[in-house]
T-cell receptor, first 111, second 116 residues
């Protein structure tokens, strides 16, 4: 089992929809979670980070962690065509040094 | 402040040729990384350098070598390119793990490599 698993999609939604992107993780060490956004033909960029359980909000984006089910989510409110990108979840590797990335979910927001 | 820069942006090699991918960062980060990204495979770590003077293998090191030239620069070398090395290569840097901020990586724009 991979340390971080993510549905690759693609996910297609109309403009203005609420988007839910999800990952599961297998190892509970290092409760620090990150979401990266990658536009086509660009490098990933850090979008948000969050610790342990609970929610963290940044504008239209909310990151949520459910420790009991080992589930992390990214919600996008009022989605825009400019949100069309691949979203990768990430957390520290069990060994504590490297970062493990999910495979990424490709999102299309249609105008 | 350019962040992480990579050269070249594109490269086509014939099987057996060698090349070096260059990476530099201006954020005074201690740690640097090389990844390859293939469709459906996500980001796979090739090599990393925890600090200047050290390098370690990642998940897929075979066929590659690296050099941490100084704190700013980290190069990736393909000694004898193979078609299986056709991929997009990303360099990244971070502060030093295991502090929380040390896991936040900053990526370059990537090098698209085709080996024929």
């Amino acid at each position: 089992q991979k340390e971080v698993e993510q549905d690759p999609g693609p996910l297609s939604v109309p403009e203005g929809a609420i988007v839910s992107l999800n990952c599961t993780y297998s190892n509970s060490a290092f409760q620090y979670f990150m979401w990266y956004r990658q536009y086509s033909r660009k490098g990933p960029e850090l979008l948000m980070y969050t610790y342990s359980s609970g929610n963290k909000e940044d504008g239209r984006f909310t990151a949520q962690v459910d420790k009991s089910s080992k589930y992390i989510s990214l919600f996008i409110r009022d989605s825009q065509p400019s949100d069309s990108a691949t979203y990768l979840c990430a957390k520290p590797h069990t060994g504590g040094f490297k970062t493990i990335f999910g495979a990424g979910t490709r999102l299309f927001v249609k105008a | 402040n350019a962040g992480v820069t990579q050269t070249p942006k594109f490269q086509v090699l014939k099987t057996g040729q060698s090349m070096t991918l260059q990476c530099a960062q201006d954020m005074n980060h201690n740690s640097m990384y090389w990844y390859r990204q293939d469709p459906g495979m996500g980001l796979r770590l090739i090599y990393y350098s925890a600090s200047e003077g050290t390098t370690d293998k990642g998940e897929v090191p075979n066929g590659y070598n690296v050099s941490r030239l100084n704190k700013r620069e980290f190069s990736l070398r393909l000694e004898s390119a193979a078609p299986s090395q056709t991929s997009v290569y990303f360099c990244a840097s971070s502060e030093a793990p295991p502090t929380s901020r040390g896991y936040e990586q900053y990526f370059g724009p990537g090098t698209r490599l085709t080996v024929t």
